[in-house]
């Protein structure tokens, strides 16, 4: 149990730092790797659930889709560094705005907020249901058969998505 | 190993609106490739919602497709469905036929890319209100906000289109995330997706944690609907979107949004623990939204602005139909249903005469509707009638609206809401004026403004619409509210 | 403690499984090294290394000596972190593709259920490596070709993964040693080899791209961009790229053995008939049988092997454009149409199987 428990909070760690420093990293292209970083460690909790399929899925979509969209974006573009202007004087209200220390203080304050919703909330235990391994068969069949609609939906989603992206950035042609 | 497809239960009758619409969009967009004139694949495209419509006439007959839950429970067939599907197809048919000028004009590269998105969008919106199961209405909200977004930011080379698109994809990426964090805790808490499901397995769930996921869930869809403390994006996306595009928004997404938060709360939260707490938390935001609202209004220069703001106010006087649904659920919800009819019904109208301004190379001032009634009278006239139904004066739909939901409002106890709808119903008087004025007692040189035949025939349809559905209101409001007693129970 | 109790340790289990692979995979390394060299000289009609040991064998070893004294220059300018991490992230994906292939009956480090979606998943750390040696590198050969490498193998990643859904169906589970051992069902003429000849062209070529080599060696084109990503690296940083290379180069062939030749299925001595069970009969038994498989493994892994160098040393280098033609709009469709062809051969036979129709022969292929 106490192994469990290390490595549980070991990933936690490591997913909250990298989200941390994803927002916080000066570069955006380390940014990107933080995420990257974020979502593997993500995966990890989910091995330790023994969703294989789940932990192989969110590496291979966030961390390996997504992130490499992400990248591609950053190497097309010409934005490499957030810079913040250093200016001579800046008040304590700009201090406070570029420390990030409220985005900290808001996301701490939230993480107490829902511990102490679930910590006095009884979740029963019959209510949430115990899938066991949930297999790849298993998610084709309900693909095919309970989920074909949303399926549907989300593949004109992905098609939009695609036809939203060619517009808004294809070159203009005369 | 062959998979059980007993448990799927197809029905090709039910489906067939949403596919028919799909089928067209896709076969616009095939077409695009090969054609060089593309001004009839707009008209494609109305054909496409044209038939959506007589399928859907199809499949609502009575006896044509039996009340229940089709395609393993994600597609729903009743009364709500039918009438909400049949109300945006109107709204889209509406938006294509006054954009249809103004495409070539303003959006010359991308024409039939616009009809397409606006189809795509409406395809999401129809899911939205088709579906009792959480996961479809919200990819249907997903579908719906991304052509919007992509919609938002058309006009590639005005900063200010720009800034709409990123204002609204922002805010509707952080609703979508917050909606869809207070949806996963019902699911954990229930382990459905379901809402008849949710509804029962939601009796043994801690109260805590299920108050806060409904807080989410209103505040996620609040972003959605532009009420009052969730409101901040609408009117800069108003005000930069493209005019045709804002129309848009302000009928349609926003229609498909009160019918998901209809079916949300009404068929997966109305357990009598929290009906009560989300019934004030949404009188809350409704007395919020109609004071910002009109009080913002009220000092605007811009009238896409102000059309923004009226939106704000109107989700107002809409959220008094959500209140009162916790306690008179046929009332309320049939008041509800009604008004998002009667809106989209005289916001054509308006927005087609902004759309007509623009086509003529003017903007969307205030002052550049000076004299208007000089250079059209009919329009002037028109859209006096059009402001007049959202103040919500007899004859006009917008009186028989404004006034079901104050019964509903009266019903269910919230008398103090309902006089205060009164109240900002007069408030609103302000800001219209202001056009009405700009439109009569201003004098102008410039020439007649003339609007081409896609244009009158909305602004014909919205006035006779106006005047047919206000004064034969009874038989739509009696289906209305029979949609509510096939919702759930 | 007892071996055995230590054995039934899951760590400790792990460890040892774990160490063998990456002896396995540094061994193979050393020897793909030396036959790419031997191959590459062959090819272009001369010796190849003849002066380090027999047959050059001891070229390697003394190429990595000098590599690992050579200084680890870092310039300046760089990202010092990315760059020094670079090599190391690289290796990830290559080692974690053994971790699923069955190199014996019993000799799988990890079987999971979802094997080919976990190599899968793993490989898409190889291009965050490119990138980050790219990137880190702060040169603009180095980046255009991450660039490159980048496109080239998210590209080639659908393809891949999309040729082999036909084995998949086939099979009908995603574990690799289901798969083998679905394919020893079939006998010799079942290997997946011959249904799925379209998904193993596909495959091969999608391969030769994934890893990056001739003539799909775009992110590294020495023409063009110096040496694409690892321009920068020097020393022992170099020769982990180096061996990154060729360790993926033996994964890919593996997975291809195992998916389509057959994996470890294959005779043994003691299958020949007449003699065979008299002379070798004691050649039985779960040792013996490891041990043969892990030969046929070897045997079918270098096979492919062979043919990759082959391919390298024979073949000029294609434009980018051609190479994403060559991907999307050939390899991808053609890879649907072999999802497709297969679903509906299968079909036919599930159909036809029990009738005593002719035509059933032409479905049998995809029994």
Same mark, same amino acid.
Request: aromatic share 10%; no cysteine; charged share 15%.
């Given at each position: 149990m106490t192994a469990q428990y290390l490595s549980f909070g070991a990933l936690a760690l490591v997913t909250l730092w990298s989200a941390y420093k994803v927002v916080t990293a000066r570069l955006i292209t380390h940014a990107a790797l933080w995420m990257a970083l974020s979502f593997t460690s993500v995966s990890g909790i989910f091995l330790m659930l023994q969703q294989e399929f789940i932990a192989a899925l969110q590496v291979l979509i966030y961390a390996g889709a997504i992130t490499t969209m992400i990248i591609f974006a950053i190497m097309l573009s010409s934005i490499r560094e957030i810079r913040v202007?250093?200016?001579?004087k800046r008040s304590i209200g700009q201090r406070i705005r570029a420390s990030g220390l409220l985005a900290v203080v808001v996301g701490l304050v939230f993480a107490a907020f829902m511990t102490y919703v679930y910590y006095v909330s009884e979740i029963?235990?019959?209510?949430?249901?115990?899938?066991g391994l949930l297999t790849v068969r298993q998610v084709g069949a309900t693909l095919f058969t309970r989920f074909t609609v949303p399926f549907e939906v989300a593949s004109i989603l992905l098609l939009l998505a695609m036809i939203g992206a060619i517009i808004l950035t294809a070159k203009e042609t005369e | 190993m062959p998979i059980d497809l007993s448990s799927v239960n197809p029905n090709l009758l039910i489906i067939l609106p949403p596919g028919v619409l799909a089928v067209f969009a896709l076969v616009v967009l095939v077409l695009d490739l090969y054609?060089?004139?593309?001004?009839?694949l707009a008209g494609l495209s109305l054909v496409g919602v044209l038939l959506s419509l007589v399928a859907l006439w199809f499949a609502s007959r009575p006896g044509a497709v039996p009340p229940g839950d089709y395609f393993g429970r994600m597609v729903t067939a009743d009364h709500f469905t039918f009438y909400m599907v049949a109300v945006l197809l109107v709204a889209a048919g509406l938006v294509i036929l006054f954009s249809m000028d103004w495409v070539p004009r303003r959006l010359p590269k991308v024409q039939v890319e616009y009809y397409e998105l606006v189809l795509f969008a409406t395809l999401g919106m129809m899911f939205m209100a088709a579906s009792r199961d959480v996961t479809l209405i919200y990819l249907g909200l997903e579908l719906s906000s991304q052509a919007s977004y992509i919609l938002a930011g058309?006009?590639?080379?005005?900063p200010r289109s720009n800034e709409a698109a990123l204002k609204y994809f922002l805010n509707g990426a952080l609703a979508s995330a917050v909606l869809l964090f207070g949806l996963s805790i019902l699911y954990g808490l229930t382990?459905?997706?379901?809402l008849p499901e949710m509804l029962v397995a939601?009796?043994?769930?801690?109260l805590p944690l299920l108050v806060t996921a409904m807080v989410f869930v209103i505040a996620g869809f609040g972003f959605k609907v532009a009420a009052a403390p969730f409101h901040l994006w609408a009117p800069d996306a108003y005000e930069g979107a493209p005019t045709p595009v804002s129309g848009f928004f302000s009928m349609a997404p926003k229609a498909a949004a009160w019918a998901a938060v209809l079916r949300v709360f009404l068929e997966?939260?109305?357990?009598?623990?929290?009906m009560d707490k989300w019934s004030v938390l949404y009188a809350v935001l409704s007395a919020s939204s109609m004071l910002i609202g009109n009080l913002t209004a009220l000092?605007?220069?811009?009238v896409k602005r102000m059309m923004a703001y009226s939106s704000v106010s109107h989700a107002g006087y809409i959220l008094v139909g959500v209140a009162a649904a916790a306690r008179a659920p046929e009332v309320g919800a049939g008041a509800v249903l009604f008004y998002l009819l009667s809106y989209i019904l005289t916001n054509a109208g308006i927005w087609a005469a902004l759309v007509a301004l623009e086509n003529q190379g003017?903007?969307?001032?205030?002052?550049?509707?000076?004299?208007l009634a000089q250079r059209n009278p009919a329009l002037a006239w028109s859209l006096l009638l059009l402001f007049v139904s959202l103040i919500g004066i007899?004859?006009?739909v917008g009186f028989f609206g404004k006034f079901f939901l104050f019964r509903a409002g009266v019903q269910a106890g919230y008398v103090w809401l309902a006089v205060l709808m009164a109240i900002n119903s007069a408030i609103s008087v302000g800001y219209y004026y202001a056009v009405v004025r700009n439109m009569f007692f201003e004098k102008t040189e410039k020439p007649r403004l003339e609007l081409g035949s896609s244009l009158q025939a909305v602004v014909a349809l919205s006035v006779l619409a106006v005047l047919v559905v206000g004064l034969g209101s009874s038989p739509v409001i009696q289906y209305a509210e029979a949609a509510l007693g096939l919702l759930g129970r | 403690m007892s071996l055995a109790d230590l054995w039934a340790q899951h760590w400790f289990r792990a460890f040892v499984t774990g160490s063998l692979v990456l002896v396995f995979a540094l061994g193979n390394f050393y020897i793909t090294l030396w036959l790419e060299r031997k191959e590459s000289a062959w090819i272009q009609n001369r010796l190849g290394p003849?002066?380090?040991?027999?047959?050059?064998?001891?070229q390697v070893l003394a190429d990595l000596f000098k590599l690992l004294q050579k200084e680890d220059i870092v310039p300046r300018n760089v990202d010092r972190i990315l760059f020094l991490i670079a090599p190391f992230i690289a290796h990830i994906p290559a080692l974690l593709?053994?971790?699923?292939?069955?190199?014996?009956?019993?000799?799988?480090?990890a079987d999971y259920d979802i094997g080919i979606i976990m190599i899968a998943a793993v490989t898409s750390y190889a291009v965050i490596a490119t990138f980050i040696a790219g990137w880190g590198s702060n040169n603009k050969y180095s980046l255009l070709g991450a660039m490159r490498g980048a496109a080239q193998m998210i590209s080639y990643e659908v393809t891949l993964v999309m040729s082999v859904i036909g084995v998949v169906m086939m099979a009908g589970s995603l574990k690799l040693s289901d798969i083998v051992l679905a394919q020893a069902e079939r006998g010799?003429?079942?290997?997946?080899?011959?249904?799925?000849f379209i998904g193993f062209i596909v495959y091969l070529i999608a391969s030769l791209a994934e890893l990056n080599r001739?003539?799909?060696?775009?992110? %590294?084109a020495e023409s063009e $961009?110096?040496?694409?990503?690892?321009?920068?690296y020097s020393g022992f940083r170099f020769a982990i790229f180096l061996l990154v290379e060729y360790v993926h180069m033996i994964a890919w062939s593996a997975i291809a053995a195992t998916l389509f030749?057959?994996?470890?299925?294959g005779p043994t001595?003691?299958?020949?008939?007449?003699i065979g069970p008299k002379l070798f009969?004691?050649?039985?038994g779960p040792v013996w049988d490891n041990v043969w498989g892990f030969f046929w493994f070897l045997f079918k892994t270098y096979l492919l092997i062979f043919i990759l160098i082959w391919i390298r040393w024979t073949f000029p280098r294609v434009r980018i454009d051609q190479l994403m033609d060559l991907g999307w709009k050939f390899l991808l469709p053609v890879s649907l149409f072999n999802i497709f062809l297969t679903g509906v051969m299968k079909y036919g036979w599930n159909v036809l199987? %029990?009738?005593?129709?002719? $035509?059933r022969w032409i479905f049998w292929l995809w029994r």
């Open positions: 202007e250093p200016q001579e029963p235990k019959e209510a949430v249901p115990d899938a | 054609s060089q004139e593309k001004r009839w058309l006009l590639r080379n005005d382990g459905t997706t379901y939601l009796g043994q769930a801690p997966g939260l109305s357990i009598p623990q929290v000092w605007q220069t811009n003017e903007g969307t001032e205030m002052a550049d509707f000076r004299g007899p004859p006009t | 003849m002066r380090a040991g027999p047959q050059g064998l001891l593709i053994f971790l699923v292939v069955p190199f014996g009956p019993n000799m799988v480090v010799v003429l079942g290997w997946y080899l011959f249904p799925q001739a003539p799909f060696d775009l992110m %590294e $961009l110096v040496a694409g990503y690892h321009t920068e030749l057959g994996g470890w299925v001595p003691a299958d020949i008939p007449v009969g004691w050649m039985t199987a %029990e009738s005593g129709s002719p $035509l």
